[in-house]
C-alpha cells in the first residue's frame, strides 16, 4: 500500500513539474553587474536549478548536524555504560554478606544443656533443684 502512495505523489509531482515547465517556457535573460548578461534560457529552467541548489545547501547543513549529534550520541552512550558498570559496581559491594566482614558471634546453648554442664553445689539454686 506503501507503494502505491509513493507512486502516486511522485505522478502529482511530476505532472505539476511539467505543467509548470509549459506555462513558463518563454525565454528569459539574467542581467548581472557591469552590464553582464547571461544567454537566454526558459524561465522554468531557472526556477528548477533554485530548487536543486535549495534541496543541495539543505542536505550539507543537514549532514553537519547529523555528525554533531552523532558525536554527542557517542559520548553519552559511553557516558551512560560509565555510570551503569559503577551502579552495577556499587550494587556488587552492598549485595556481599556481611558475616565475611566481621568475626561471628558464637551462639548459645539451650537452657537444659546449661543445666546438665553445670556441677552440683556450684551455682545458683535452679541449678541446686534440678541435681
Given amino acids: 500500500m506503501k507503494s502505491y502512495v ?3 505523489g511522485l505522478i502529482i509531482i511530476l505532472l505539476f ?4 515547465g509549459n506555462k513558463n517556457d518563454h525565454l528569459i535573460q539574467l542581467n548581472y553587474f557591469f552590464e553582464y548578461r547571461s544567454a537566454e534560457f526558459p524561465l522554468y529552467l531557472l526556477a528548477y536549478g533554485c530548487v536543486v541548489i535549495g534541496i543541495f545547501v539543505g542536505m550539507l547543513i543537514g549532514i ?11 559520548m553519552l552512550t559511553k557516558l551512560n555504560n560509565e555510570l551503569k558498570a559503577k551502579i552495577e559496581k556499587e550494587t556488587k559491594v552492598e549485595d556481599k554478606p556481611e558475616d565475611s566482614k566481621a568475626p561471628v558471634a ?6 537444659e544443656d546449661k543445666a546438665e554442664k553445670k556441677t552440683p553445689g556450684k551455682g545458683d539454686e535452679a541449678t541446686q533443684k534440678i541435681n
Fill in 17 to 20: 513539474l511539467v505543467t509548470f
Fill in 106 to 111: 558464637p551462639t548459645e546453648e539451650k537452657s
Fill in 6 to 8: 509513493k507512486a502516486a
Fill in 64 to 74: 553537519t548536524g547529523r555528525f554533531h549529534r552523532r558525536k554527542k550520541i557517542k
